[in-house]
């Protein structure tokens, strides 16, 4: 099991700065990758950015050039640094770690809402 507590949240006016963290616990050698989602009401989760095992990393166009991904493994925690924050950049954040061997399985944190003020 993984445990994935998300924090750093809250409201930032447009244009600002906000960086969530996410303290990862249990079998992290068991995870390929972690990453942050977003969902709004009424929406899917999707994909904002990933970092891979090797520290690889992927990220949404929509955050490309403005958020960051990044992670301390002395300190069991995956950031996302984001700036230059939208209004449409509002939503809840999740973290997220998964496997994939041999099949994928994902874990979750609870989620930390984050909301841009234009």
């Known amino acids: 099991q993984v445990q994935l507590v998300e924090s750093g949240g809250g409201l930032v006016q447009a244009g600002g700065s906000l960086r969530l963290d996410c303290a990862v616990s249990g079998n992290t050698w068991s995870i390929y990758a972690f990453g942050w989602y977003r969902q709004v009401p009424g929406k899917q989760r999707d994909l904002v950015a990933e970092?891979?095992?090797?520290?690889?990393?992927n990220y949404a166009e929509s955050a490309k050039g403005r958020f960051t991904i990044y992670k301390d493994n002395a300190k069991n925690t995956v950031y996302l640094q984001m700036n230059s924050v939208k209004s449409e950049d509002t939503a809840v954040y999740y973290c997220n770690g998964h496997t994939v061997a041999p099949f994928r399985h994902d874990y979750w944190g609870r989620g930390t809402q984050v909301t841009v003020s234009s």
């Open positions: 970092i891979s095992s090797d520290g690889s990393t």
